[in-house]
């Protein structure tokens, strides 16, 4: 080949090389950002004085003496428009009863969205849902509904050859010509004054349990969920993992049968996770009885299942790069295989093992496939250790599916759904950073 | 046990010469044959390797050394479809007994291997290895057996401030005086080398030697090498494979001033090989 050719051969091998790499940097800030910046939301938000109020009455945190005074200089700033209110249903029943009625219908919708916006009004029982007790905890959310209260949603079909149209109607509109014509002006000048945004950091997102089905607290019970599992996985598959890799390279012969047994062990890593599910439920629940039901444990044995080949795999390729000089040496002072293997042999494949093992743990924590059958609900309370034999569990990746399929007001609560997504990469990406840096930082200390 | 010495490279007529009767046979090969499979790498050798003394093989890549130093402490254990025929003795047992604890025998017959291979371990674990092995566990008296097999491999003073440091920052000479230190820690009777010094510079060479002059006398050691002039510094006899066969076996200073065979003429002559 000719020189010329060569080189030209070479950069257009580079250059395809840092596309490539540009291309995977590119795909991959296009899904995280998004995520990332949407996750944010649910730590960093601007935070009401419902949020305050809420956050001191269920779950204590916060000084009682500045929420109180808060709150009434709140309630200060919502009384005028409740006087508007109170003074309008006055004028109501001097109406004619025409008039009446459809004034009345008007003001009950009303009342509803401004009771979404800023809580029960005046007068109103206690709600039996925390979620009622409470006006909009974040500002973000509190605009939303402010909108609600300010104008009416309707449909346009009045052109048949096309589809219905969604109209906004000022609701200002609605009560044209009586005493609640300002209230509309009124409410959006004193929005402010009667939610009193703050900017709040919420890193107890983490930590608090969720109250409500999500709408109040964090997701404590799902990331505990998911440490359980993922711990607990671990604890099952590592050691049958390393002890079915050390069998395999140092004691199996060559033959048809560990040909076979590999053959099976790198299918099982091909088999749908979801497959691993059904087995799960069908073998450890059903024929076993680990549980009675879904439980923990139940689910860390089917996750265990799910990683294993990995772990072999990551095992055995780590075992079978420690240098034979290694092992000569151990057995030329005397030491047994046994014992060769133990003091030699897998301190010195360790790194490899250990990534093996940390990535399967970030696989672990995020499946959903074989969780749903063997260990996922949808609300729970944080389980005890005990517990974990008999319970089953949130999870975080269950509960980020289960969340946008089944909740009904999933609209109220993306901020706590791409909080979960964010805190489920976070946790993956960490566990791939710790099994480079561990890598690194073992084989620096074995090669001196 | 015969007290002599017998020279037994018969196939080469006349090359028998008594050594001192007062030199003991550590170790003896008698019709001894490695196979590897059906092919056998080492045939019918047969010749003794004396307590205290150092003894050279030599002779041309392939001709069955390693093979032959490897089956003394059953390291070809670990090669399948490897066996062996014959007697092959160390203190009149044979090694290849059905009572032999190999174990037991590997921690009397050290061995030193061509490429130094420590463990990725610090320099006090390497060296503690073995005696660990044997259920020392008392800190001061692995400290004390550390000391002084780092010191009779010449290496103490060089890493006594750095035990704790990892092995494989030493370079190439220090690390094989610390696998030779290893080795004593377990005290062995006897060592093996195979080719200690090949991956070595001049210098760190020149102290392997030194250091093994040093362990003369109170270690039998076997050392395979493709140089000449070290076998000849070094042994105090040597044995000259070729292809498998014992051709002559000697006093290095016989065999190599006055080789009583041609094949061993023309290699230490440097015709072939
Ligand atoms: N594991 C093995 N399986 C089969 N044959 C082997 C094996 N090891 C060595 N042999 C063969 O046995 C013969 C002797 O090998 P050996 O390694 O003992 O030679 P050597 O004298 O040590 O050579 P060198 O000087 O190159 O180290 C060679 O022909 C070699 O190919
Ligand atoms: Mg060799």
């Given at each position: 080949m000719r020189i010329e050719t060569r080189k030209l051969l070479d950069k257009s091998f580079s250059g395809a090389g840092w596309i490539s790499v540009f291309l995977m940097v590119a795909a991959l800030a296009i899904i995280l950002l998004p995520i990332a910046w949407r996750g944010a939301g649910a730590f960093v938000f601007r935070a009401t004085v419902e949020h305050r109020r809420m956050m001191l009455?269920?779950?204590?945190?916060?000084?009682?003496?500045?929420?109180?005074?808060?709150?009434?200089?709140?309630?200060?700033?919502?009384?005028?428009?409740?006087?508007?209110?109170?003074?309008?249903?006055?004028?109501?029943?001097?109406?004619?009863?025409?008039?009446?009625?459809?004034?009345?219908?008007?003001?009950?919708?009303?009342?509803?969205?401004?009771?979404?916006?800023?809580?029960?009004?005046?007068?109103?029982?206690?709600?039996?849902?925390?979620?009622?007790?409470?006006?909009?905890?974040?500002?973000?959310?509190?605009?939303?509904?402010?909108?609600?209260?300010?104008?009416?949603?309707?449909?346009?079909?009045?052109?048949?050859?096309?589809?219905?149209?969604?109209?906004?109607?000022?609701?200002?509109?609605?009560?044209?010509?009586?005493?609640?014509?300002?209230?509309?002006?009124?409410?959006?000048?004193?929005?402010?004054?009667?939610?009193?945004?703050?900017?709040?950091?919420?890193?107890?997102?983490?930590?608090?349990?969720?109250?409500?089905?999500?709408?109040?607290?964090?997701?404590?019970?799902?990331?505990?969920?998911?440490?359980?599992?993922?711990?607990?996985?671990?604890?099952?598959?590592?050691?049958?993992?390393?002890?079915?890799?050390?069998?395999?390279?140092?004691?199996?012969?060559?033959?048809?049968?560990t040909g076979a047994l590999r053959t099976f062990i790198g299918a099982l890593a091909g088999v749908p996770s979801i497959v691993f599910g059904l087995f799960g439920l069908a073998f450890f629940i059903?024929?076993?009885?680990?549980?009675?039901?879904?439980?923990?444990?139940?689910?860390?044995?089917?996750?265990?299942?799910?990683?294993?080949?990995?772990?072999?795999?990551?095992?055995?390729?780590?075992?079978?790069?420690?240098?034979?000089?290694?092992?000569?040496?151990?057995?030329?002072?005397?030491?047994?295989?046994?014992?060769?293997?133990?003091?030699?042999?897998?301190?010195?494949?360790?790194?490899?093992?250990?990534?093996?093992?940390?990535?399967?743990?970030?696989?672990?924590?995020?499946?959903?496939?074989?969780?749903?059958?063997?260990?996922?609900?949808?609300?729970?309370?944080?389980?005890?250790?005990?517990?974990?034999?008999?319970?089953?569990?949130?999870?975080?990746?269950?509960?980020?599916?289960?969340?946008?399929?089944?909740?009904?007001?999933?609209?109220?609560?993306?901020?706590?759904?791409?909080?979960?997504?964010?805190?489920?990469?976070?946790?993956?990406?960490?566990?791939?950073?710790?099994?480079?840096?561990?890598?690194?930082?073992?084989?620096?200390?074995?090669?001196? | 046990m015969g007290s002599s010495i017998s020279l037994l490279g018969m196939e080469c007529r006349g090359c028998a010469q008594e050594l001192p009767a007062e030199i003991r046979p550590r170790i003896s090969a008698r019709d001894f044959s490695?196979?590897?499979?059906?092919?056998?790498?080492?045939?019918?050798?047969?010749?003794?390797?004396?307590?205290?003394?150092?003894?050279?093989?030599?002779?041309?890549?392939?001709?069955?050394?390693?093979?032959?130093?490897?089956?003394?402490?059953?390291?070809?254990?670990?090669?399948?479809?490897?066996?062996?025929?014959?007697s092959l003795t160390f203190d009149g047992h044979e090694i290849y007994g059905p009572d032999i604890d190999v174990i037991a025998l590997r921690q009397r017959i050290g061995m030193v291997f061509q490429k130094p291979n420590p463990f990725p371990k610090s320099i006090f674990d390497n060296v503690a290895y073995g005696p660990r092995l044997q259920g020392v566990r008392d800190r001061s008296k692995l400290a004390e057996i550390v000391e002084r097999s780092l010191a009779r491999a010449a290496l103490w003073d060089e890493v006594k401030d750095r035990l704790h440091d990892n092995a494989l920052g030493l370079s190439g000479g220090q690390q094989q005086r610390l696998c030779i230190a290893r080795s004593l820690a377990v005290e062995p009777d006897v060592l093996l080398m195979d080719e200690p010094t090949s991956a070595l510079d001049p210098r760190a060479t020149a102290k392997i030697e030194e250091l093994m002059l040093e362990l003369r006398g109170t270690y039998t050691i076997v050392i395979v090498t493709h140089n000449m002039q070290q076998a000849a510094r070094v042994s105090d006899l040597t044995a000259f494979l070729y292809e498998g066969e014992l051709i002559e076996f000697d006093r290095t200073g016989t065999l190599f001033s006055r080789p009583k065979c041609k094949k061993t003429e023309d290699y230490i002559t440097g015709r072939f090989g």
């Open positions: 009455e269920l779950f204590g945190v916060g000084d009682p003496a500045e929420v109180s005074a808060e709150t009434a200089a709140a309630a200060e700033a919502r009384r005028p428009i409740y006087d508007m209110l109170a003074r309008f249903r006055a004028e109501l029943s001097a109406m004619p009863v025409a008039d009446r009625r459809r004034m009345a219908g008007r003001l009950a919708q009303l009342e509803n969205a401004l009771r979404d916006l800023l809580g029960p009004l005046p007068g109103d029982p206690i709600p039996v849902l925390p979620r009622q007790r409470y006006g909009q905890t974040r500002w973000d959310r509190a605009l939303k509904k402010l909108e609600t209260v300010l104008f009416r949603e309707t449909w346009d079909y009045s052109d048949p050859t096309r589809m219905g149209r969604k109209v906004m109607v000022p609701r200002a509109e609605d009560f044209k010509g009586t005493s609640l014509e300002p209230f509309f002006a009124d409410v959006k000048m004193r929005v402010a004054d009667m939610l009193r945004p703050k900017l709040a950091f919420y890193w107890r997102f983490l930590t608090d349990e969720s109250r409500d089905s999500h709408f109040f607290g964090g997701i404590w019970p799902e990331m505990l969920g998911t440490i359980y599992l993922t711990i607990g996985a671990a604890m099952f598959a590592v050691p049958m993992g390393i002890i079915s890799a050390v069998y395999l390279t140092e004691y199996a012969g060559d033959d048809r049968l059903n024929t076993m009885k680990v549980s009675q039901s879904k439980s923990v444990l139940a689910g860390s044995l089917t996750l265990a299942l799910l990683i294993l080949p990995t772990i072999i795999r990551a095992s055995e390729e780590a075992i079978r790069a420690v240098p034979a000089a290694y092992k000569e040496a151990a057995l030329s002072l005397g030491a047994g295989k046994g014992r060769t293997i133990i003091t030699v042999v897998l301190p010195a494949a360790m790194p490899g093992i250990l990534t093996g093992i940390i990535i399967s743990m970030g696989r672990a924590a995020g499946e959903t496939a074989p969780i749903i059958f063997t260990a996922a609900v949808s609300v729970g309370d944080p389980l005890s250790l005990l517990e974990t034999l008999s319970q089953p569990t949130p999870a975080l990746p269950w509960n980020v599916y289960n969340m946008c399929t089944e909740h009904q007001k999933l609209d109220e609560l993306r901020h706590v759904q791409f909080g979960m997504v964010l805190v489920l990469v976070m946790v993956v990406l960490a566990l791939n950073v710790a099994a480079i840096w561990l890598r690194a930082r073992i084989s620096r200390k074995l090669k001196g | 490695v196979y590897y499979g059906s092919i056998a790498a080492v045939k019918r050798v047969a010749f003794d390797m004396p307590d205290g003394l150092i003894t050279a093989i030599i002779g041309p890549s392939g001709c069955g050394k390693s093979t032959f130093l490897r089956s003394i402490n059953r390291m070809n254990d670990l090669i399948p479809r490897c066996s062996v025929s014959g």
